[in-house]
């Protein structure tokens, strides 16, 4: 329940997909969450870092050790991350060795910039996890705060799941 | 960050705001909450009261004492409530001798209904910070997980902030 | 068929309502209209003149003089008007001495700002109609193109009907 | 300006996109175009039959022959085609010899699921311009009401303009 300030990392993912005409075809680009948090009317102290733009199945190694530097090296000790879903729990593994931070993954089955998007729930359920949980790594997604190391994307169903 | 089902009563409040044309005002008419948890794909279980239909300012002690009493003799001890923003640390006083529940107040500045709200983001906060936060009443607006006790609107400045 | 460039006169009216909690009700606002072009991607020539903030219902004979001055004044011969649908035939009544110039008028049952609003597929008809048309006076309501002199408002039913 | 009934044909392109997470990729699905027409609160008769969910690249000369042959064969006189903008106008060269109809082409730029389309616009635009031009074929993209046969996509530019 503190006023620490929030630390948020983008990384890529369905929730920043735009589509292109020119292309006829998707892809990740520049941010959509400072627009999400600017709608959501937050006056809580928070950092946008946008670390990466990616689908997550394209994340490397690298990537994922880049992300869990940027989390453990932050002054932050509050962080939310917004992930491609397909991978969000390979890189909550390799977060999960940080110690003392509270550090909360989402992103977005539908991109944000639909009209009916499930990112600005998620979003803001990562915000209060974040403010909320003990340190550790959680996914909140499909309505549930998950341990994220329990936790897998049921991809044909179209939801996380407990496991 | 137990997968305990979630109770979301809905009292009224700007979140619930529709405009009518024919009578040039906005009236609160049957809640978007259900419409919002599907939007945002929530596979977690809840149930869903719509209690009251009020701006709060209408609310009364017996609305009041309505409210506390559902809170206090639902089975469900996880509880979200949808409120109106000028008087919902009122009604937070009155849950307050709840003991044994993590109940999580929010509303809205901009009607759900609104293609830019508050709206969804702050739902999502209360439904992260329901599962994981202790027992207590809390209200999750302007982007802070606030003790319910310890907070007030600035009407001015359109945000809640801690006193 | 032309490009000739089109004129939008804005005047306020439900279109352009926007909510304001510190006041717990809507009011008129800077018009909505350039964002509704701009979301519409037009790229014909045209420009905007925010000439009134008003509810259709608070017009005086002075405000429906100036509108018609402005119209008769432009050096477009192609104009849209934004209005408030209670007394839209009203002005409608006003601008019909104007000749050789198509003039289309609309306005929203529900404000631009709304997720769900007709104000976006009124301002297209309007722009369809304004191309399209014979000098006149005209209004793109219900999504139908009324001769604006034998049309009025079914207040009851939320639109627009030939008389 | 008759309140002669308007028949809608769908043939699909990005204005019916929808995304899938499960493929990671945006298909043409059901259309939304009557979802569109009933948040424009269209109350003027019309139709809609879904012919085709065709990307317009993908379109053959015996889904144009369909198209055309569904046109004439309509009891409607005035008639809306939403369609894929990248063969648009290889439909409406199609259509040309139809003769005593008004024809009205339109697409989107962004699909209409998105929260800033231009679907709604340009589908208001088709229905003005559907009432009010001379039979023919008419393409409403861009803001402006072009002649079907004398105009083109600027992919690049992302619009169309007369040729």
Redesign the interface.
């Known amino acids: 329940?503190t006023?620490a300030p929030i630390l948020v990392i983008t990384t890529g993912g369905?929730i920043d997909?735009q589509?292109f005409?020119?292309l006829?075809?998707?892809q990740i680009v520049e941010s959509v969450i400072g627009k999400?948090?600017a709608?959501?009317?937050?006056?809580?102290p928070?950092r946008v870092v946008e670390l990466l733009r990616k689908?997550s199945?394209e994340l490397t190694d690298e990537d994922r050790a880049l992300i869990a530097a940027t989390v453990a090296g932050a002054p932050e000790s509050h962080v939310v991350i917004t992930h491609g879903?397909?991978t969000m729990t390979d890189t909550a593994a390799v977060l999960a060795p940080i110690a003392g931070k509270t550090v909360?993954m989402c992103g977005a089955?539908?991109?944000a910039?639909?009209?009916?998007?499930?990112a600005?729930?998620?979003?803001?359920?990562?915000?209060?996890?974040?403010?909320?949980?003990a340190p550790g790594i959680?996914i909140?997604m499909?309505?549930?705060?998950?341990?994220a190391l329990k936790v897998c994307k049921d991809?044909?169903a179209?939801?996380?799941?407990?496991r």
Chains 1, 2, 3, 4 share one sequence.
């Open positions: 329940m006023q369905t997909k589509y005409d020119a006829s075809e998707y999400l948090l709608t959501a009317r937050v006056a809580h928070f689908d199945l879903t397909d909360v089955m539908q991109p910039r639909f009209a009916e998007s499930d600005a729930f998620n979003l803001g359920m990562a915000f209060g996890c974040c403010q909320s949980a959680w909140t499909s309505g549930t705060v998950f341990d991809r044909e179209g939801k996380f799941v407990a």
